[in-house]
């Protein structure tokens, strides 16, 4: 929804719905496809309403070239660079970016110092839009003395960036956590310093904010450009109901501990840190979509420095909430005595999908090379969070059919296999920095030449479906239940699966209808619930609560570390539930309106199978391929068990997998 249009639904009394998070941000990787500097163009399509006025920062993640930002005030054709003083460059109209309805596309493969689309190059681009209590940019000449500028933020700024665009001079950036009488450089590596002639000594306004004779703000003759980033403190208008935050401009304090933890009320998506105290640190720039890992390796960008991406280790990882800090002393995130600023942007969506198309995804792939990666998979329209592949579906030569799942939120090269109990590995299943479907792996022979693979592939949603790593505490019993571990699911979870991943432990399951059970054992469920305690209690919409009542390792040993995939019901979309079997044929409503395109069934009476159905394989009315994943078993593709039904899907057999009389079934469906 445009912001113009916001406005004449609030004049009218009608809508009250927000912008959502991933209309006025997005982070999108891409591979440049210029060959020369010519009239080569490229679109990226990243649902971005840049008509509505933005900025656009590209940066290579593979060589070593400058930053580029380039905004809707000054033109697609001025650059700017956050790793230089320099003024702003013009180019030719063989080089430029045009800014679209739904993102921006670019001609010719460089803007002078910042390359942005040269053919064999990896690319990464941050966009913001412009929006009320989100991201403004400004345009001013220099005056010499104390003026103030006008704003249309809404709010009053978190953090204002400033540079003078006909001048060689740094970049000056005012941050609400070091006040009016301080700036610090974002193309430096130095630590914050104190003026009176930056700010003039006064605070930015929801309206205005001031500059003084500091010339890098405001010298006579010159002209600046300024972005300035909001600040909500409950007060954010966003999402379905128009009351959620989604930027923050904070501080921190280091510390020698690991898990220092920086609350943001969000679980955020992409995060900019500086060191405000020491000098020498660089700006550092994350984002999930290139990856911030749970336990594995991170790859940030320095905002101040032309350099390729880095991986040092894992750093920082991301909470339902925040962001913890995973290194002890490294002084450019957590050294003790360091005081920190960051902007952090929160993870979309923030409304619950009311397209199954948008959030979930059915591929099959075939004819891989061998080499590792290799982008096999059809585009699906969206950047999948993460992804359930069976490898080898007619048993390859790699020794039979695995079911691995592969997480954007644990990292490259980390996988589990649900018919075991193994530890996490290694294996690269899939990796996820692209902003369609990811690459995959050679885990386990998915990608040897003329492997057949399944590819079930989920994006996080409210109400759909969320993904949560923790950290077992051991402290919480059957009675006395403390462990409370935050989740953005936004609905009570219907189903959980949750594993160990640093050593050996079933799969546990726990489902709203039917207790708990194992998704990797045939073994039929127990109506005593995960943890000894009823669903109600164990999972709320905020939060679910993991006790050590009955075999802690498999869910909460102290220090031990687990991922839970969170599965709830969305209106046409998706749905969790149950039915019990009549042996002959019975419909099966999930209030789609064309049918299910993905159907997971488990008998909880009896020992059997998790079955999974899907329409590339096939759901028709005659004999269904079906895949067990809790087995290593191939394909099976006789049998009709379900059969096509426009509300969801039908049961049709008497087969104790789908529906024997008398037995109970529980599903997961997606439309």
Request: aromatic share 12%; glycine share 12%.
């Amino acid at each position: 929804m445009t912001a113009s249009k916001l406005v004449l639904n609030a004049s009218s009394g009608v809508g009250g719905a927000g912008l959502d998070v991933d209309e006025v941000f997005s982070t999108f990787v891409y591979d440049g496809n210029s060959s020369s500097n010519t009239a080569t163009t490229q679109q990226i399509t990243n649902n971005i309403d840049l008509t509505e006025g933005g900025l656009v920062w590209i940066k290579r993640r593979d060589g070593s070239t400058h930053h580029g930002l380039v905004d809707t005030e000054r033109g697609g054709t001025k650059e700017l660079s956050s790793s230089s003083s320099s003024a702003q460059n013009t180019a030719d109209s063989s080089q430029n970016i045009a800014f679209n309805t739904d993102g921006f596309t670019m001609t010719g493969w460089y803007l002078y110092n910042a390359t942005i689309n040269k053919s064999g190059e990896e690319y990464v681009s941050w966009t913001f839009r412009k929006a009320p209590k989100f991201f403004d940019v400004v345009t001013y000449s220099g005056t010499g003395s104390a003026q103030n500028i006008s704003h249309n933020l809404g709010s009053v700024p978190g953090m204002i960036i400033i540079k003078g665009t006909n001048i060689t001079e740094n970049w000056i950036v005012y941050h609400r956590s070091l006040g009016e009488t301080k700036y610090i450089q974002l193309n430096t590596t130095g630590a914050a310093g104190t003026s009176s002639i930056a700010w003039n000594d006064t605070a930015p306004t929801s309206t205005q904010f001031t500059v003084n004779t500091f010339n890098a703000v405001n010298e006579s003759g010159y002209n600046y450009v300024a972005y300035l980033f909001a600040h909500n403190d409950g007060d954010g208008e966003f999402g379905p109901d128009s009351d959620q935050d989604v930027i923050k401009c904070g501080s921190y304090s280091g510390s020698s501990s690991v898990g220092n933890f920086v609350n943001l009320g969000f679980e955020p998506q992409f995060i900019l840190i500086k060191n405000a105290s020491s000098s020498g640190e660089d700006w550092l720039m994350f984002d999930t979509m290139r990856g911030i890992s749970t336990g594995s390796g991170d790859f940030p960008l320095y905002a101040n420095t032309n350099s390729s991406t880095v991986s040092i280790g894992e750093v920082i990882q991301c909470e339902a909430n925040g962001f913890s800090l995973m290194h002890s002393s490294w002084g450019g995130i957590n050294q003790s005595g360091s005081d920190y600023i960051y902007m952090a942007i929160r993870r979309g969506p923030l409304a619950a999908p009311e397209d199954a198309t948008k959030v979930f995804a059915v591929k099959a792939s075939t004819n891989g090379s061998g080499t590792l990666p290799l982008d096999i998979i059809p585009t699906i329209g969206f950047a999948p969070d993460w992804g359930f592949v069976i490898r080898n579906i007619i048993n390859g030569s790699r020794g039979g059919t695995l079911p691995y799942i592969g997480t954007r939120l644990t990292g490259y090269g980390k996988s589990l296999l649900t018919d075991r109990t193994s530890t996490e590995g290694t294996a690269t299943i899939y990796d996820f920095a692209t902003s369609d479907a990811p690459l995959v792996g050679d885990a386990g022979g998915a990608n040897d030449s003329g492997a057949q693979n399944i590819h079930w592939l989920w994006k996080r949603a409210p109400s759909f479906c969320d993904v949560v790593c923790y950290t077992g505490d051991g402290t919480s019993s059957n009675s006395t239940r403390t462990a409370a571990i935050p989740h953005n699911l936004g609905v009570q979870p219907e189903m959980a699966w949750i594993k160990r991943r640093d050593s050996t432990s079933e799969w546990v399951v726990a489902h709203k209808d039917y207790g708990a059970g194992y998704l990797n054992l045939t073994n039929s469920f127990s109506t005593y619930p995960i943890g000894g305690v009823n669903h109600n209690d164990a999972f709320t919409a905020t939060n679910f609560k993991i006790g050590t009542w009955q075999q802690e390792a498999n869910f909460n040993y102290s220090g031990a570390t687990y991922i839970a995939y969170l599965f709830a019901s969305a209106d046409g979309v998706a749905k969790v539930g149950s039915y019990t079997g009549n042996g002959s044929s019975q419909n099966i409503d999930c209030g789609f309106s064309s049918g299910a395109r993905f159907v997971l069934i488990k008998n909880v009476s009896a020992d059997d199978n998790w079955m999974v159905y899907d329409s590339v394989r096939g759901i028709v009315s005659g004999n269904d391929p079906y895949l067990r994943i809790n087995t290593a078993l191939a394909e099976y593709t006789t049998g009709d068990h379900i059969d096509p039904y426009s509300s969801g899907f039908a049961a049709t057999s008497n087969d104790p997998s789908t529906n024997k009389s008398g037995d109970t079934y529980i599903f997961y469906a997606i439309a």
